[in-house]
């Protein structure tokens, strides 16, 4: 999930938030799970749009004022259509829209922002503050001694619409940007019926209408992958991250399936608001994909925090009825009784149904809109970003790279090479951070004899006060690489880690050695001076 190919950083806030209370995630994948050949493209695109609907019909808000939706066309020609109001499509349509452009975004939901805003990073960021003040009210507060606090206890019922009130007043945010700025919002499933035009099924099969483009562009995003009830019977009755943000009632026992860090931070917010969580993955550590020291450090402090780690583990059998107990059977025998499963293995591209493969577009292996370096398909006049290209699964990504297209094919000379770089990308998870490179894609890509390793394992000051069993662990690491030593990795995990990395991340872009961060003075007492001050 943060898997970085050229220089990577990571870093977690602390274990325990990354454990116990969720690890602030920027996005994965497995393998993927598509529709019955034989659905005819109207059912398809009607099933998509149903599934989506319901993810969000539970979190609307009827009294929020909305701009206006648009339900056919304003001009007989537009200069750039995308497919997708997420992250990437709504910066690449408003970065279009200041050069003066006719655009038009069309999105499947009523709200814009995507997984990000609706059923993601956000959301989800909410729920991991309310655990982490949870764990600091039950388990730090009397370590500074204050008293009379008694038990915290979490009402996960009234802070639902609380939450959701809040990404309504974000997705309000994102129709009023559209309308000041000149971007039409049609509400309906895209589907390419050439290189030039998007036919839009309005919701509920209501008509459809005929967006004509000079440039497309896809950014429909992803969506999790779950098994069928084929490959593991009763999978169907688990729930995914998107079901994760329904939950009207915390649930007693959960299940989370998964070793990326979308499992890790949903079971840690679980866990540290009191649900017993149990945690199955395959192999012996979770975040496989980052550092050796950051999974070194992590899933022993999960286990340690009360989270039930099921390791070299799988689901083979689920029994019982939604909305009841479930029992989840693994491949070691195991019957584990829980209220709710949620599988959290990987994502897919939302590609099915749109009309790609039978224009020429190439998909990959995964369903991937496979791209070059600017961004366009194989298609000319056909592009995407974001989520459905495969490419670091990360909203800033998204972002940057919807704004380079827009300046590259709508911005003045000096853009006309414009395009995102892929390389040297900062990643993020609550409480663990890593950017760029780690150990063992360094030697392999450097050589062992290139590559030195710097390492600090300490506690934060805060933890000074608070007693040994809730001491989180910190750990601090350099893989640096050449006689120069070039920082090519940074991974970090403990408390502040995700504004730590931010800083560090903008030194890792500039190439920076060793000796620039030796260079610089340590800011006094902090856990960040640890990376400037490592011998």
């Known amino acids: 999930m943060f898997v970085i190919k050229a220089n990577q950083m990571s870093s977690i806030t602390s274990p325990i938030k990354a454990a116990n209370s969720a690890v602030l995630a920027l996005h ?128 996960w019922a009234a802070f639902k619409p609380q939450r959701d009130a809040y990404i309504r007043k974000l997705n309000g945010i994102y129709a009023s940007n559209f309308e000041k700025e000149h971007v039409e919002f049609h509400q309906g499933f895209g ?67 998964g070793a990326g860090y979308i499992a890790v931070e949903l079971a840690g917010i679980f866990n540290t608001l009191g649900s017993e969580t149990h945690l199955i993955i395959r192999g012996e550590t979770v975040l496989r994909t980052f550092d050796p020291a950051i999974q070194e450090v992590l899933t022993p402090w999960m286990e340690k925090t009360g989270m039930n780690i099921h390791k070299t583990s799988k689901v083979v059998r689920v029994e019982g009825q939604k909305g009841q107990t479930l029992t989840v059977h693994t491949n070691k025998g195991e019957k584990i009784e829980v209220d709710v499963l949620l599988w959290a ?122 007693d040994e069993e809730h001491k989180e662990p910190t750990m601090y690491k350099l893989v640096c690489a050449g006689p120069e030593e070039r920082v090519v990795g940074v991974h970090i995990i403990g408390q502040g880690s995700d504004e730590v990395m931010q800083g560090f991340g903008v030194a890792v872009k500039m190439k920076a050695r060793k000796q620039d961060l030796d260079d610089t003075v340590a800011i006094h007492p902090t856990s960040a001076e640890e990376l400037v001050t490592l011998r």
């Open 191 to 257: 589907k390419l019926t050439s290189p030039n035009t998007v036919e839009v099924t309005l919701p509920d099969n209501k008509g459809k209408y005929t967006l004509h483009a000079d440039k497309i562009c896809v950014a429909t995003g992803g969506q999790p992958t779950v098994p069928s009830d084929e490959e593991i019977p009763g999978a169907s009755l688990g729930i995914t991250s998107d079901g994760f943000f329904d939950l009207v009632e915390q649930p007693k026992r959960v299940v989370v399936v």
């Open 345 to 466: 293995i990987g994502r897919h591209a939302n590609t099915q149904g749109m009309g790609l493969e039978e224009l020429g577009v190439k998909l990959d292996g995964k369903g991937d809109v496979v791209v070059d370096e600017y961004q366009n398909s194989s298609v000319d006049g056909v592009l995407a970003i974001g989520d459905v290209q495969g490419k670091m699964l990360l909203t800033p990504v998204a972002i940057a790279a919807g704004r380079r297209l827009s300046n590259r094919l709508f911005g003045p000379e000096k853009f006309k090479n414009d395009k995102l770089s892929y390389e040297d990308i900062p990643t993020v998870a609550p409480n663990h951070w890593h950017c760029w490179t780690h150990e063992p894609e360094a030697r392999k890509e450097y050589g062992d004899d290139a590559i030195k390793i710097y390492k600090s394992n300490f506690r934060s000051l805060y933890f000074s006060m608070i």
């Open 28 to 155: 994965t994948s497995l393998s993927t799970v598509t529709p019955s050949r034989a659905c005819s493209e109207l059912s398809r695109s009607t099933q998509r749009l149903t599934q989506i609907s319901r993810a969000f019909h539970s979190r609307r808000i009827s009294n929020i004022a909305m701009p206006p939706i648009y339900n056919k066309p304003s001009y007989e020609k537009y200069d750039y259509v995308l497919i997708g109001g997420g992250s990437g499509g709504s910066a690449s349509s408003r970065r279009a829209a200041s050069y003066g452009k006719k655009v038009a975004v069309v999105e499947a939901t009523p709200y814009l922002g995507g997984t990000c805003v609706n059923v993601g990073c956000v959301p989800k960021k909410i729920m991991w503050h309310a655990a982490d003040l949870h764990e600091r009210m039950a388990q730090h507060a009397s370590g500074y001694k204050f008293t009379g606090l008694g038990a915290p206890k979490f009402d």
